[in-house]
């Protein structure tokens, strides 16, 4: 069943007036198990919409709507199916003692993947919830596969339905359904000939394998060389240009580049961050795949619309990683603005020198960090290192931040010159 959380003004549930915390228990006689089935569900014109209501009485409703036209129930989000794989590199794993609850969940929900791009491996699939896959046509899908080589993938994720990927893949391609797919990138685990019997397996399941990513494994104080270890240079240089080979046989043959490798992999390898034109129409910026060059090139073309700013001190706050390519992007914005303009890497105490991500920046870190680099008029932090709670992975709250760095205003973003003008 699901649970009725709101009621959009002005719709059919509104006339009908429905409760909230009621429950949608079948339309046309089905059993509605999530939002997933509902939305499928609603989309009939005619529906019985079988309602048990908050003191438990059932009710039946009839109703005729156009195709399209949506009821305006707004269902409670869904317990979440979490991940039962030992993968060799999780990211659970690397987690310090006492962190917040959600960051312990791993999730491995095809639902989720459908809704908003979370990656599945599938493992946790019956033959029921396969079909049901096929049946409701959730498309496109975001599946990590890591290898195809069935004892390969077997040992990466540490059970042992992970070899069946590939047939997998094939009936959800057969049945028409479209796949991103992702390879986190482990020395000595998945690399070298074994990514490029994935990569050829993947490509080798036709146009409906829409894109492969490549990313490098991500590992904390807590789990290195426990036992994957980081990529060296020349590993991520090689794995670069074993996805360049394939992008240049898919743009011949499909007009795509299909494979990406993610930005984390330049910078292992010292390479400059690709342009624009080879990340396509940007399907996989929030895997980590064209995203530092969203950002210098909407840095590039906005800062002319800048207002002046002439001698405020501002401190723009990222992790290690990030810090200089920030220092290149803003120099043109300070010349423009005026601005004293400081670039301020943070390194990650709660996760460990290796984390050098922003969104994983605690707040304490950052509070710390600014409070050392001096005094400024303006202090810029990245939004993704908060939650929708307005808290840091460390459980630090934004507004303690903000008082810890006053006078200083503080702003949070993801876009720099549109934050930068909010200073």
Not at 84 to 96: H, I, L, Q, S, T
Not at 377 to 393: T, Y
Request: hydrophobic residues 40%; proline residues 6%; negative net charge.
């Amino acid at each position: 069943m699901v649970r009725i959380a709101e009621i959009t003004p002005g719709t059919i549930a509104d006339e009908l007036e429905l409760e909230i915390g009621s429950r949608v228990v079948r339309i046309n006689g089905t059993a509605v198990r999530d939002t997933i089935d509902y939305r499928f569900l609603e989309a009939d014109g005619f529906l019985e919409l079988e309602v048990a209501t908050p003191c438990g009485e059932r009710v039946l409703y009839e109703i005729e709507k156009d195709d399209a036209e949506p009821l305006g129930i707004i269902p409670a989000p869904d317990s979440v199916r979490q991940c039962a794989n030992k993968c060799v590199f999780c990211f659970v794993d690397g987690n310090p003692d006492g962190a917040r609850r959600s960051l312990h969940l791993k999730d491995d929900d095809f639902r989720l993947s459908f809704t908003y791009g979370s990656y599945v491996t599938l493992t946790n699939l019956g033959p029921k919830g396969f079909a049901r896959l096929i049946e409701q046509r959730l498309s496109p899908l975001y599946v990590s596969v890591h290898a195809t080589e069935p004892d390969v993938r077997e040992r990466l994720l540490g059970v042992p339905r992970g070899g069946e990927i590939v047939e997998q893949l094939a009936a959800l391609t057969q049945a028409g359904i479209e796949v991103h797919t992702q390879v986190v990138l482990c020395p000595g685990w998945n690399d070298g000939a074994h990514l490029q019997r994935t990569i050829d397996d993947l490509y080798g399941l036709g146009e409906r394998v829409l894109s492969l990513s490549v990313v490098p494994v991500g590992l904390t104080k807590y789990n290195l060389n426990r036992p994957v270890r980081l990529l060296t240079a020349d590993e991520a240089a090689r794995a670069i240009d074993q996805v360049d080979a394939i992008r240049a046989r898919s743009t011949q043959e499909r007009g795509t580049g299909w494979g990406y490798v993610g930005d984390e992999m330049f910078f292992i390898a010292g390479r400059d961050i690709p342009p624009a034109s080879y990340y396509d129409d940007w399907p996989l910026t929030e895997n980590g795949v064209g995203a530092v060059r969203s950002l210098i090139d909407a840095a590039a073309e906005r800062t002319s619309a800048l207002d002046p700013m002439p001698g405020r001190r501002i401190a723009i706050v990222t992790g290690t990683r990030m810090a200089p390519v920030l220092e290149t992007i803003l120099a043109p914005v300070a010349a423009h603005t005026g601005a004293l303009i400081q670039v301020i890497g943070v390194e990650n105490r709660m996760f460990g020198p290796t984390t050098t991500t922003a969104g994983l920046l605690p707040g304490a870190d950052i509070r710390d960090a600014v409070r050392a680099a001096g005094e400024f008029d303006g202090v810029l932090l990245p939004a993704e290192a908060l939650n929708d709670d307005l808290v840091f992975v460390d459980d630090v709250a934004w507004d303690d931040v903000v008082s810890a760095l006053s006078p200083a205003r503080i702003v949070a973003g993801h876009e720099l010159t549109e934050t930068l003008s909010r200073l």
